[in-house]
DNA sequence: TTATTATTTTAGACAAAACTAAAATTATAT
DNA sequence: ATATAATTTTAGTTTTGTCTAAAATAATAA
């Protein structure tokens, strides 16, 4: 696998757990802001390595093999960052990029070693769940907000209560269907929190996290 | 700075420790395992970068920028080496091909942090000096073996008894101008040494290491 | 000094991964 | 149902770094 289709791989991945059935060349050149018809080359190529299902006009869709190389990328970036945010002392927003680079790195090995050094850690420091040796990511789960622990994280799917004052309050901190949503901090008495939507850090009570539905992954 | 130029630094760096004055396209081209014609329109395309200094049919020479840029991939190795030995655990002659995916990353504040993490080293896993970050290499200095300490390591240049049995010594235990020698251990209250020559390791005592130079880098 | 050998460079090709422009296909709207 | 729009693919280039084969230069030997 060279970097380029791991990339494909990876963002393929991503798109997948938003999108039922095949994934358009569209959509994978605009998340990898790139144009389609490189899409469609590369496309191709992954096709013919079996990494996965392609069928002209109708878009890909990964195969096991290709669904497990991409999540072993993933894996090995966010056990990164975590090396980098809890080690190194990077600041969770700062770790990307050079998590992106690092996670091409080729060695068996070396992400076994890093694994155990880091004592083999769950969530990255975003709150995204790191698969597991086998490609395996713990399954999708919608609940609710005041479920979510801290430094866990879900996308905004639904509410429980839609009275107007509350979703005029969503409307207010940016939070609508899709928004990501992540936990700062738990307070355990009454189970208020601080969570961080996009840029923003605030405070909510546990009225409002407990008639939010978000998805984990 | 592409990969592929990184590396061509990097081995015209250590080609002129070891050569005075240009080093050659067949020089380069071996220590590369590459063809001398790749090796032309690499060092043409650095010489415009103002990496080196080339002349055709004559060879290369690093540049002050040249010099600076290898020497900063060499630290990265060796910085990597350390991590990986020290802090994963995995044995220095499994190191390098690791290092050699590492060195690439591009990231000063990385670097930066990894050295303070390591406690800023002088030393690799193999003895080889770490450049600092303005890439400067501790001077080539000739010393007696006796006078390296443990981790070390120096290429044998001479002897300061040149008795027959002590060069036939030297013989049998396949030391001689050019050998790399390590130190692996040192005893502090006689002076003897274990090191290391190719895959070698054994004991020597302090009037052998106190009759022979070394030249460290 | 000239012939031979070794080294180095040039010229032309290729593979990977991207791009642009144009053609083909599918979806949508009247 | 057909015209229009959107999406996707194809064809042909480009860039980076490599290669082979042939030409040019430098070094060596007779």
Redesign the pocket.
Known sequence: M????ENYLKAIFHLELETEGEI???AIAESMD????????????LAEKKMLIYK??K?AQLTATGRKVAANVIRKHRLWEVFLVEKLNFHWDEVHEIAEQLEHIQSEELITRLDIFLGSPDFDPHGDPIPDKHGVLKATEKKLLAELEKNQQGICVGVKESSAEFLQYLDKKNISIGTKISVIGKEFFDGSMIIQVEEDRFFISHKISENLYVQTT
Chains 1, 2 share one sequence.
Not at 2 to 5: G, I, K, R, S
């Open positions: 060279t970097l380029a289709e358009s060349t569209n790139t144009k389609p018809s490189s899409v469609t080359d590369m496309v191709q190529k002209r006009y878009g």
